[in-house]
């Protein structure tokens, strides 16, 4: 297995980005989606990244967003790879002319039904788990044995997300072997605001396995 891909999700500090970098992140995860508390604006962007430019990937998350706004915030130059947490269509994911990952909502009654081959585009496909009122961030673990039989199923390069933190990240590797993992909530003291001790502990943790 070639090295995991690890990325820290829902930044809003420089500080937190540049800790998160140092204890061995490979991508930090911006949220564009108003209704997150862990929402950011395109204005802030370069100031939350200064300094991992180069180092790790920046990720910008949208929910189903106008083209104009995804538009605005690529305007920055510092965005490396998209994330689409919404109804977005393959061919609304490719136009932007970057990599992408597309996030689906899993659970044992619907993950059959996903369409994950139209993505075939996308650079990973995203695992997280369902809810009826949240497009991601619940903080809750799904069936990791779905995600094993997704990452079959599919061929895909799968990344895990959804209630992960420091406690129960080798387990979730062990069982799915994916390409890369998720972490938002589970490495936080407050919304957006980072426990830089569980940040190292997560990372350490998912590198052990």
Known sequence: MSKLWIKICGITRNSDAIAAVASGAD???LVFYAASPRAVSKDRVEEITDGIVGKAQVVALFVDAQEEEVNKVLETNRIDLLQFHGSESAQYCESFGLPYMKAFRVN?????????????????????SYSELNPGGTGKVFDWRIGRKIKVMTEMNIVVAGGLSPDNVK?????IHPFGIDVSSGVEQDYGIKDLTKVSAF???ARSV
Do not use: K, T
Not at 113 to 122: L, P, V
Not at 171 to 175: D, G, K, N, T
């Open 108 to 128: 044992a009654d619907n993950y059959r039904e996903q369409n994950f081959a139209s993505y075939d585009s996308a650079q990973m496909i995203l695992l997280d």
């Open 27 to 29: 991508a930090i995860g």
């Open 171 to 175: 387990a979730a590797i062990e069982q």
């Open 203 to 205: 990372i350490e943790g």
